[in-house]
């Protein structure tokens, strides 16, 4: 499967944004998708993720309240609607793909498909 992320730009601290990530060439409901942050220096680090078919969402601590994850089936498409933003939001974010077992969503080992990301950028 492939994956095209959008959405990214420059907000200020306390503005929101929704990222989009357009999947093709396979299944789209074959796959449980997540999302991915990554700061400058920093690790890769898990920010949300949604089952197969949208009925359980899970986040990241410092994103809980402030960020959603949400998906069409029939657009193939999955977002993050961002709330509340942080300077400390800041990364470059990616989606992912995993099998649709019903596990190891925190785990970015388990994600086999990529997007190329997209920046997000909060200043204060």
């Known amino acids: 499967v492939q994956l095209v992320e959008s959405g990214g730009g420059l907000v200020q601290a306390g503005g929101s944004l929704r990222l989009t990530c357009a999947a093709s060439?396979?299944?789209?409901?074959?796959?449980?998708m997540g999302w991915v942050r990554q700061a400058p220096g920093h690790a890769r680090e898990f920010v949300a993720a949604i089952s197969w078919s949208g009925g359980r969402t899970y986040y990241a601590d410092p994103v809980k309240g402030r960020f959603t994850i949400s998906r069409d089936n029939a657009k193939n498409t999955v977002y993050l609607q961002m709330n509340s933003l942080k300077p400390e939001d800041t990364a470059v974010y990616y989606c992912?793909?995993?099998?649709?077992?019903?596990?190891?969503?925190?785990?970015?080992?388990?994600?086999?498909?990529w997007g190329q990301g997209t920046q997000v950028t909060v200043s204060s």
């Open positions: 060439g396979r299944t789209f409901s074959d796959y449980a």
């Open positions: 992912a793909a995993k099998t649709r077992t019903d596990s190891g969503y925190y785990y970015l080992s388990q994600y086999g498909h």
